[in-house]
């Protein structure tokens, strides 16, 4: 890795402006205008826009780029061949027939062949379009391989990744990220970034094609709670000189994957400045809110970012997490409920055990609960629920289960139903054991 990535800076803050030089070249950021007639250090200025130019002032998002050479200078893009990145960016959501059954995969495999990120990359589930920027697709990648002189970006929306095994060195054109299993990061539309993993690696991908993420409004919670906007981090400014024969900027453009050749290192950003810019977040620090009286409070207490729709309350995606903390209500069924929702339910797991399945539901393996498909706690869950005794308890010690929660109703790939054969045909029996327990005598 280029560079290295040990002992990065950051800048701490969410939606911030923010600026950034890289050190070895100061004064490379144009003081008092962002089109200089020439920059310092001979650099070219470029705006990158996450939103319309007249996009409201509270959610304007662009950035302006410094660098060696504009991004324009590469050859043509071409689709990548047959075979290639198969199983990503499904565009046609109706290939497969719709299947509203309760879904769980085992955990998804990492091939043996040398698989970097982008080619690691396998769509699950989605629904909505790139073109009219409507919708999202939830992605697993699994890889084992660095990108080597080769970059990605994503013309249709944002990408959140939840490394879930191996941690990802990752270079950007804002600079280096390290995210490791228990940090998320976001990397938004068009910046271009290229990965590298210290070996088998294995994580979960939400794409949202409206909106950027958001942190949830907070309402009578108050000024301070959930995800706080400092733990969200930027990279600083870091740049390669780097002549390469043949560097490849694949890119994911309506769907398809494609790729040019360019002559240079794309991460030739020497300095940058504004509000549009990729960020990590360590989920530890999340300050988790929740009942302490009595009743289970629905899961969005938890949330950590939100991609809104236009319906208030409803959102594109929600990035939920189940972290540990304390559970203390009292004449409570604690674990979830059982319930049946308006919005899809994908979730996935980090670290250790999921409260409402013991078994079954494995790290690196996945659910999803579709629309008004019932769910809640398998018959063990039930069982151990109803008779424990309601003492202070720490629980999900040790563990980390995640929601992508979508107003959206999601289609399942034919990778997702059959090719990566993780689908666990046995799934539904968890809750076939649950005995009826009512006695019209005793009330
Ligand atoms: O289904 C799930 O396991 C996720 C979930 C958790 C919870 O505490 C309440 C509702 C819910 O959908
Ligand atoms: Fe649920």
């Not at 054109?173 to 990061?185: D, K, M, Q, S, Y």
């Amino acid at each position: 890795m280029p560079g290295g990535h040990e002992e990065l800076r950051y800048l701490s803050g969410f939606g911030n402006e923010f600026s950034s030089e890289d050190p070895r070249c100061p004064g490379s950021l144009p003081v008092g205008q962002n089109s200089p007639q020439k920059c310092p250090y001979g650099l070219y200025a470029e705006q990158l826009s996450g939103t319309a130019f007249t996009a409201p002032r509270q959610e304007n998002r662009r950035s302006w780029l410094y660098r060696i050479r504009p991004s324009a200078i590469h050859d043509p893009f071409s689709p990548v061949k047959a075979g290639q990145c198969q199983h990503f960016a499904a565009v046609d959501w109706n290939a497969q027939p719709p299947n509203p059954n309760q879904m769980r995969w085992l955990p998804f495999d990492v091939p043996a062949a040398a698989t970097d990120w982008v080619q690691g990359l396998r769509t699950v589930c989605g629904a909505g379009d790139a073109r009219t920027r409507h919708g999202l697709a939830v992605h697993v990648y699994v890889c084992n391989a660095n990108m080597v002189d080769k970059c990605f970006y994503n013309a249709d929306g944002d990408l959140l990744i939840v490394p879930q095994q191996g941690t990802l060195r990752i270079v950007t054109e804002f600079g280096r990220l390290v995210v490791a299993p228990n940090e998320i990061c976001v990397i938004q539309q068009g910046m271009r970034f290229s990965v590298a993993v210290g070996g088998p690696s294995r994580g979960y991908v939400l794409e949202v094609f409206d909106n950027h993420f958001q942190l949830p409004d907070l309402g009578p919670i108050g000024a301070n709670g959930l995800a706080n906007p400092r733990d969200f981090l930027t990279p600083t400014a870091w740049f390669e000189d780097r002549e390469v024969q043949g560097y490849t900027v694949a890119s994911k453009y309506q769907g398809h994957v494609f790729e040019a050749k360019q002559g240079h290192s794309p991460f030739d950003v020497v300095a940058w400045h504004g509000n549009y810019v990729p960020f990590k977040y360590d989920l530890a620090k999340f300050m988790v809110i929740n009942a302490v009286a009595f009743d289970h409070a629905d899961p969005s207490i938890f949330t950590v970012l939100t991609c809104p729709s236009h319906r208030p309350g409803t959102a594109i995606a929600d990035f939920v997490i189940f972290p540990p903390r304390w559970s203390v209500q009292e004449h409570t069924f604690r674990p979830p409920y059982y319930h049946r929702n308006c919005m899809s339910e994908f979730m996935g797991l980090i670290l250790g055990r999921y409260e409402a399945k013991e078994e079954g539901f494995m790290p690196g393996g996945a659910t999803l609960h579709s629309m008004m498909t019932p769910h809640g706690p398998d018959a063990q869950c039930f069982q151990a629920n109803t008779e424990a005794a309601l003492k202070p308890e720490r629980v999900a010690e040790g563990t980390q289960a995640f929601m992508f929660e979508s107003s959206l109703s999601l289609a399942v790939t034919k990778w997702g139903e059959e090719t990566c054969q993780k689908l666990d045909a046995n799934y539904y029996k968890c809750w076939k054991s649950l005995r009826k327990h009512f006695d019209p005598t005793k009330p």
